[in-house]
C-alpha cells in the first residue's frame, strides 16, 4: 500500500487536497453556526448576522489558505484562492441557487439606501491594485472605508434588530474552546490544502494560481454555499445574500487591507486582470439584482454560464 502512494503521488495529493477540505468546511461549520446562535440571543437581524457574523466565519478557510499561499512565497495561491472564492459566490452559487429556487427573494433591506456606497466599496481594492502594488497606505485606505462600512450598517441595525443590553452567556469558556480549536484545524487543513495545491499543479504543468482558482476556490466556499442553500429553504434568504456581500467586503476589503498594512504586495495584473473583469462585472450584476429584489431561473443560467466561460479562459491562460 504505501509503494502505491509513493509510486502516485497524484493520489496522495488528492487525498490531501479532499481531507484538507473536509476539516475546513466542518472547522467552518462550527465556527459559523456557533458566533451565529450567539448573534441571535444578542438580537442581531438575519440581515446583519449575514453581512458581518455569517460571512467573517465562514470566509475563514479561504482566508487562510491564501495566508497559506503568503507563507509558501505562492503569490498567485494569495490572491487565487481569494477571486476564485468570490467569483462561486457571485456567480456559479447564486446562479445554482436560482436554478434551484426558480426565483430567488434577494432583498436586502439594511442595503436599500446604500447600494451605490457599497459598489463603490468593493470596486476600491481594483482601483488600489492597478499600479500593480497595493501598500500600506492602501491598506489604511481599505481598512478605514471597511470600519465606516461595519459603523453604517451597526447604525441601520437599530431599525431592523431589537439588540438586547444585558444577555447571559453561559458555558462561555467551552465555546471558546471550541473556537480555539476550530481556528488550529482551519490553520493546519489550510497548510496542507495549499501543500497539495501546489503540487498537483506541478503535476499536471498548471499554475498554482489556476489551482486555487479552482479547487481551493470552489472547496473553500462549500461551507458558504451550504449556508445559503440553508438559508433559501428555510425562508431565511436575508442570511444567503448577506453572506454573500458580508464575504466580498471581508475577503476584498477588510482582509486585503489588513495583509497590506502588514505585508505590502506587488501584483502582477497581467495574471489577475482577466479575474479581475470577471469579479467587478459579476459582483455589479448581484448588486443590480439586489436593487431588483430577485433573482430568476433565466439570471441563474447567465450567471453559470458566466462562470464557465471565465474557468475556460483561466484554464487557456493557464495550459
Not at 467552518?28 to 446583519?48: E, H, M, P
Not at 456581500?245 to 475577503?251: F, H, K, R, V
Amino acid at each position: 500500500m504505501l509503494d502505491f502512494f509513493v509510486q502516485n503521488p497524484f493520489f496522495v495529493n488528492i487525498l490531501i487536497v479532499l481531507s484538507s477540505l473536509y476539516i475546513l468546511f466542518k472547522a467552518a461549520d462550527l465556527l459559523v453556526f456557533g458566533i451565529a446562535d450567539y448573534a441571535k440571543k444578542l438580537g442581531l437581524s438575519d440581515y446583519l448576522i449575514g453581512l458581518v457574523i455569517v460571512a467573517m466565519a465562514a470566509s475563514m478557510p479561504e482566508i487562510i489558505a491564501s495566508l497559506m499561499g503568503l507563507e509558501y512565497k505562492q503569490s498567485g495561491v494569495l490572491f487565487g484562492a481569494i477571486i476564485g472564492s468570490n467569483m462561486v459566490h457571485v456567480a456559479l452559487a447564486l446562479g445554482v441557487l436560482a436554478l434551484i429556487g426558480k426565483k430567488v427573494n434577494v432583498e436586502c433591506k439594511i442595503l436599500d439606501k446604500s447600494l451605490f456606497p457599497m459598489w463603490i466599496m468593493l470596486m476600491l481594492p481594483f482601483l488600489l491594485i492597478s499600479d500593480g502594488q497595493l501598500t500600506r497606505p492602501d491598506g489604511v485606505v481599505l481598512v478605514g472605508i471597511f470600519s465606516l462600512y461595519i459603523l453604517i450598517l451597526w447604525k441601520q441595525e437599530g431599525t431592523f434588530g431589537k439588540i438586547k443590553k444585558k444577555v447571559l452567556l453561559e458555558k462561555l469558556w467551552r465555546d471558546i474552546f471550541i473556537f480555539v480549536g476550530c481556528l488550529a484545524a482551519l490553520l493546519l487543513a489550510g497548510r496542507w490544502l495549499v501543500f497539495g495545491a501546489v503540487n498537483l499543479s506541478k503535476l499536471f504543468n498548471l499554475s498554482p494560481y489556476f489551482i486555487s482558482l479552482t479547487i481551493i476556490g470552489v472547496g473553500t466556499t462549500i461551507p458558504d454555499f451550504a449556508i445559503e442553500l440553508r438559508a433559501l429553504l428555510r425562508k431565511h434568504q436575508a442570511v444567503g445574500v448577506g453572506d454573500i456581500l458580508g464575504s466580498l467586503a471581508i475577503e476584498l476589503v477588510l482582509y486585503f487591507g489588513v495583509l497590506a498594512i502588514f505585508h505590502p504586495l506587488t501584483i502582477e495584473i497581467g495574471s489577475v486582470l482577466n479575474a479581475g473583469i470577471f469579479l467587478m462585472f459579476c459582483t455589479t450584476l448581484m448588486l443590480y439584482f439586489i436593487k431588483k429584489k430577485f433573482v430568476t431561473w433565466k439570471d441563474g443560467l447567465v450567471l453559470t454560464g458566466i462562470y464557465l466561460v471565465f474557468i475556460l479562459i483561466e484554464w487557456f491562460k493557464s495550459a
